[in-house]
């Protein structure tokens, strides 16, 4: 899709696994700022129609760092295994903060 204002696409949803994700996925521009769109298909006594969402394509990369930390094993000598257990926590929580992950 060219990043031209107001413009945008929407093709069918080759990853729909479940019948609550969209029947379109695609994207647009307005106002220089991207957005994902998504489209479902639906029904009415009118017939069908399209019910659409957009959201900003910030909101979806935000979400991606929130992946498991890998875990980190430290041998440490001479403690006990409650004091080993917080060491290794901290360890986890400084990765996970020096790779840009959310703790939580």
């Known amino acids: 899709m060219a ?26 521009v307005i106002e220089g700022r991207k957005y994902w769109l998504n489209g479902w298909v639906k029904e009415s006594e009118r017939g069908k129609f399209l019910s659409l969402s957009a ?31 917080a060491y290794r926590t901290t360890v986890r929580q400084a990765s996970c903060a020096a790779r840009g992950y959310d703790w939580t």
Do not use: F
């Not at 929130?66 to 409650?82: F, S, T």
């Open 3 to 28: 990043d031209r204002d107001m413009t945008g696409t929407l093709s069918k949803n080759a990853r729909k696994e479940k019948p609550s994700h969209a029947d379109y996925a695609g994207s647009i």
């Open 55 to 85: 959201r900003p394509v910030e909101e979806r990369t935000e979400a991606k760092p929130k992946q498991a930390a890998r875990d980190v094993r430290i041998a440490v000598p001479n403690k006990r295994k409650k004091e080993a257990s």
